[in-house]
């Protein structure tokens, strides 16, 4: 009998897109036969992965996970095609294995997918397999982490599915050493606001806010007021005040309290490290939307990656 040796699996998982137990079982099925274990493969249908590849997975689940000491968090994005699938028991266990992993993982999307699970195969291998038995094209899309050295992390999960899943998924990070309790429920009110707001924050402080963004801005407001007849030195003396008011709109700190819009979340914050007898930060926030655009965050196309290592389509 021909030897399995790694290389060889390693090819034959190339080819198929098939996981590494699976292809070194087909090995061993076909004595090392590289062409009759494809076949082997697409009999059992665990290389049809690659032909979801054209497939868009806009579908799926924002999944979360919180730190056993409550000081870390993070969140990640499992698309499929359809809603359906995303209510699917197996779907749901794998978007919060992947939260499980990813919490571990000192990366982002491409770390997370080369993590083992608990059950010993890589995310990647996780994620193509269920495409091949499930019968959707899937992807994690984004993940992202918050930490702090000292109080809590929180969690909002909006239009829950299950058990650390939703649609819509916001992490807040409070620093401070004074009454935890008080921080995590302070913190979960903050993430509630990041996710209901009628306005969702771009960035914690004005000077978070990419400049891209306000550029963007600035060129908007002074087309628009040059387009009111306005010379182009007037109109740009015209947005200054205007700019502040974007920024106040668009900053979470000057944001107006959701649940008590007399109240900013800056002033919020300041009021909580007097009830919690110590200094309180707003370190951070993370807000994952199903479907919002991600730019540097996008994660790789299972099947497509399949897809381009067969050849097939």
């Not at 997370?112 to 193509?128: C, F, L, R």
Request: net charge negative.
């Amino acid at each position: 009998m021909a030897e399995i040796t790694a290389a060889l699996v390693k090819d034959l998982r190339e080819r198929t897109g098939a996981g590494m137990m699976d292809c070194k079982a087909a090995l061993t099925e076909n004595g090392g036969n590289v062409d009759a274990s494809i076949d082997w493969l697409r009999a059992k249908g665990l290389s049809k992965a690659a032909k979801k590849a054209d497939r868009a997975a806009a579908e799926g689940l924002v999944a979360a996970r919180i730190s056993d000491d409550g000081k870390t968090g993070v969140l990640v994005e499992l698309n499929a095609e359809t809603d359906f699938v995303a209510k699917n028991d197996t779907f749901q266990a794998a978007a919060r294995e992947i939260a499980r992993v990813a919490l571990g993982v000192d990366g982002g999307v491409d770390a997370i997918t080369a993590a083992k699970t608990a059950k010993g195969e890589s995310v990647a291998d996780m994620v193509t397999n269920m495409i091949a038995t499930i019968g959707e094209n899937m992807r994690l899309r984004r993940a992202a982490k918050l930490s702090v050295s000292q109080g809590v992390v929180s969690l909002y999960l909006h239009n829950a599915q299950g058990e650390g899943v939703g649609k819509l998924g916001v992490l807040v990070a409070l620093e401070g050493t004074g009454d935890q309790a008080l921080l995590k429920d302070v913190g979960r009110k903050i993430a509630l606001h990041v996710a209901g707001t009628p306005t969702p924050p771009l960035a914690l402080t004005p000077a978070d806010l990419d400049p891209a963004a306000v550029e963007k801005e600035k060129k908007f407001l002074t087309d628009q007021a040059m387009e009111s007849g306005k010379p182009r030195e007037i109109a740009e003396k015209m947005i200054e005040g205007r700019i502040r008011k974007w920024q106040e709109e668009v900053v979470l700190l000057k944001q107006p309290f959701v649940m008590n819009p007399d109240q900013t979340i800056e002033q919020l914050v300041a009021e909580t490290a007097k009830q919690a007898g110590s200094a309180v930060t707003l370190k951070g926030f993370i807000r994952f939307q199903l479907g919002e655009g991600v730019e540097k965050t996008e994660g790789p196309d299972f099947a497509a990656e399949v897809a381009s290592m067969t050849g097939q389509r």
